[in-house]
């Protein structure tokens, strides 16, 4: 595998170093080449950026993809929107030879051409195609059999899909495949492919925000799910932090919310304090007390069956 830039964005960083700590932790877990490259910025954030001035979005965009055209490297993020941004520019500028011309125009200045030749990618379908299944059940040594979880893939991980192209925009399945390798139910519900309404916290718009996390979030408290899974710092935001801010109301949701990273990482025998999974605004102890319960009954069958076996004179494998 070569070596890939690994893009933060502004809001793990500044807001969640937790979920930074744990990324690391699997991706070194893996020995996987990556590299942190000095002078990207914000993506740019689209909704707001966007909006104001779509010149400044692209540029901006470009320049950070000019950045990995210079090094030579591809991306990978653990932020969707992050990835979804910078694909969707780089898809237009490659579609307008005179926007583009335009954007290096200026990137020129500053020694930078935008070329657009390299591989952005989102964590979860990195892990998914690049890393691949095999490879991550090989590095799993606590499963979580028995337990049922829900994923949120969120909108930016599989859409715009024409120029993403990483998984079925209706009917994606690349994270269902690795939460599925750590050995847990990808438990299926209505509001899967449903906005987490985040956005709407960005234009001042809180109580319409939490009408549409309460509406999954009821949903997965009804259907006894044990954690929600995501992989995306503003889904993150919503289901975890805005969870807190309703229960702090009155509204016993207590749905766990769990990064891919940390998921990954607990199977992979990391301890959840070098996780960090204290800085959850939502308890994970429920999720973790069932999870250890059931890896020791695993381990007490597989014990009895070991000695059986060697009971019987079955030659172990």
């Avoid at 337990?147 to 715009?160: L, N």
């Avoid at 050995?183 to 718009?205: I, P, W």
Wanted: overall charge negative; hydrophobic content about 40%.
């Amino acid at each position: 595998m070569k070596d890939f830039a690994i893009f933060w964005g502004c809001t793990i960083q500044s807001r969640f170093p937790f979920l930074e700590k744990s990324t690391r932790m699997v991706l070194d877990g893996f020995n996987l080449p990556y590299r942190d490259v000095d002078g990207f910025t914000c993506c740019p954030e689209k909704s707001l950026v966007n909006n104001i001035d779509r010149g400044l979005w692209v540029l901006t965009a470009a320049r950070n993809i000019a950045l990995l055209d210079k090094a030579g490297l591809d991306l990978v993020s653990p932020c969707t929107g992050c990835v979804s941004n910078l694909a969707t520019v780089n898809s237009e500028l490659h579609l307008s030879y005179k926007e583009k011309e335009k954007v290096n125009s200026v990137l020129h200045e500053v020694g930078l051409e935008f070329k657009g030749k390299n591989k952005l990618s989102h964590l979860v379908p990195f892990f998914h195609d690049e890393v691949g299944i095999h490879a991550v059940k090989n590095k799993v040594v606590k499963p979580f059999n028995g337990m049922r979880i829900a994923i949120h893939y969120g909108c930016h991980m599989i859409r715009p899909s024409h120029t993403l192209k990483n998984d079925d925009p209706l009917e994606p399945k690349k994270f269902d495949n690795l939460i599925k390798a750590l050995g847990a139910e990808s438990v299926q519900h209505m509001t899967k492919l449903m906005c987490c309404g985040q956005g709407l916290d960005r234009v001042d718009q809180h109580e319409n925000s939490l009408h549409f996390a309460r509406i999954k979030l009821k949903e997965l408290k009804a259907l006894g799910i044990d954690a929600m899974t995501l992989c995306c710092p503003s889904c993150y935001l919503q289901f975890d932090n805005n969870q807190f801010l309703m229960e702090k109301e009155g509204e016993k949701l207590g749905i766990p919310i769990l990064y891919f990273t940390e998921l990954l990482g607990l199977a992979m025998g990391y301890k959840q304090e070098d996780l960090g999974l204290e800085s959850h605004r939502i308890d994970v102890t429920p999720f973790l007390e069932k999870w250890n319960r059931l890896n020791g009954e695993l381990s007490h069958v597989s014990d009895l069956n070991r000695e059986l076996e060697e009971g019987f004179g079955i030659a172990q494998p």
